[in-house]
């Protein structure tokens, strides 16, 4: 018998969109990667127009959803970029390596407050890393 999908162990879509609730409210309030970045253009998210907590919300949690093998498919705000990959959402932001590394240590932390075992948080984590260098892309020189 073939293990289930990370998605079936996650839970589902639900239980994805609980854990992406808490850590888009965490994430807004850490001191590298939120609102109070030193960051302008993570400043500028937030402040203006491009943050609505709600479309960011339900947009990770269809990421990750498909991401995870499920049957929802991400649907990217950037027209004809409906790809996995994050550069044509996070480019303009210009967010650095650090900023990206303090995103997942609140996505750990919104992982352990939830109790996601250790095999299942790891491989959030591991696809979460795989797409570093397309969040930094707009940094990368």
């Avoid at 709600?54 to 959803?65: D, E, H, Q, R």
């Avoid at 650095?96 to 948080?121: I, N, Q, S, Y």
Wanted: proline content about 4%; glycine content about 6%.
């Amino acid at each position: 018998m073939s293990e289930k999908s990370l998605y079936e162990r996650l839970g589902g879509i639900y239980n994805i969109a609980a854990v992406v609730d808490y850590f888009a409210s965490e994430l807004a309030e850490d001191p590298v990667a939120g609102k109070n970045s030193s960051n302008q253009y993570i400043k500028d998210w937030h402040e203006n127009k491009e943050w609505r907590e709600p479309g960011f919300k339900v947009l990770t949690t269809l990421w990750v959803s498909e991401k995870a093998g499920g049957p929802y498919k991400y649907v990217s705000t950037v027209p004809n970029h409906d790809s996995l990959n994050l550069e044509p959402t996070h480019y303009t932001m210009k967010l650095t390596e650090e900023e990206f590394d303090a995103a997942g240590k609140v996505l750990a932390r919104t992982l352990d407050h939830f109790d996601v075992p250790d095999k299942e948080k790891n491989e959030v984590l591991s696809a979460f890393t795989a797409h570093k260098d397309e969040v930094i892309s707009g940094t990368i020189k």
